[in-house]
């Protein structure tokens, strides 16, 4: 079964701290996506890659960085986690050519930044 | 700018009953989809259904079904003969093409709870 795989499920941290969320792809896709899911907001796109060290900012950069040096791993970085980035953090990836459908998320990882 | 807009913040709904779920979208491009995806509490995230806009019919998968009112804008999910293993979050969200890229915008969710 295809899989997007997110390393931690949980996840405390505190203020300042320099964090990785880590996602893991098996199914040779081209895009990848990060995106933060709040209460009341939905999903909101933070960064996405189509490609190994290419990047794109989503409607949400601000206090991220993220990093493609393999096609199959995405990882999102907060360079100084602050209490406002507390949120759970959905991965997802696709091929070029995809549409909704071929979307295929992680399980999420639940970050707390006290 | 595209938009997905999702009024319902929470829904009830009895066991074998159908409920429908109320989604409006905003976009300029001919060109787009329209999705459905279900959430339960373990997190992932769930496809269920697809309109894409040159689509004559109405999508069905099952027991979702896409009402899809291209001149109202409006995409509502329909499930029929709700079961309790339908209690989740319910999002829908459009695809298109910005700075040649393509993007997927979700709206704000609907938590539906499925009662015995």
């Known amino acids: 079964d295809v899989k997007v795989t997110q390393s931690s499920r949980y996840l405390v941290k505190r203020t300042g701290e320099k964090v990785f969320l880590e996602c893991v792809q098996d199914m040779d896709h081209e895009n990848m996506f990060w995106y933060r899911q709040d209460p009341g907001l939905g999903l909101r796109l933070i960064y996405f890659s189509y490609d190994v060290k290419m990047k794109e900012k989503g409607d949400i950069p601000e206090g991220y960085s993220v990093s493609r040096e393999k096609k199959e791993r995405f990882s999102l970085i907060l360079e100084s986690a602050s209490t406002n980035q507390t949120s759970m953090y959905l991965c997802?990836?696709?091929?070029?050519?995809?549409?909704?459908?071929?979307?295929?998320f992680g399980s999420g990882t639940r970050l707390t930044v006290v | 700018a595209q938009k997905i807009t999702q009024t319902q913040p929470g829904m009830f709904v009895q066991e074998k009953e159908a409920v429908t779920l109320d989604c409006t979208y905003d976009?300029?491009?001919?060109?787009?989809?329209l999705f459905w995806y279900k959430q339960p509490s373990s997190g992932e995230m769930i496809f269920l259904i697809y309109q894409g806009s040159y689509d004559q019919q109405n999508a069905t998968e099952g027991r979702y079904s896409l009402n899809f009112q291209k001149a109202r804008k409006s995409a509502n999910l329909v499930i029929s003969a709700s079961q309790l293993g339908d209690s989740a979050m319910y999002f829908c969200?459009?695809?298109?093409?910005?700075?040649?890229?393509?993007?997927?915008?979700f709206g704000t969710g609907t938590r539906l709870l499925v009662s015995p």
């Open positions: 969200a459009m695809i298109y093409m910005n700075t040649g890229f393509q993007k997927l915008v």
């Open positions: 997802a990836s696709t091929t070029q050519a995809g549409r909704g459908f071929g979307y295929t």
């Open positions: 976009t300029s491009d001919p060109s787009y989809g």
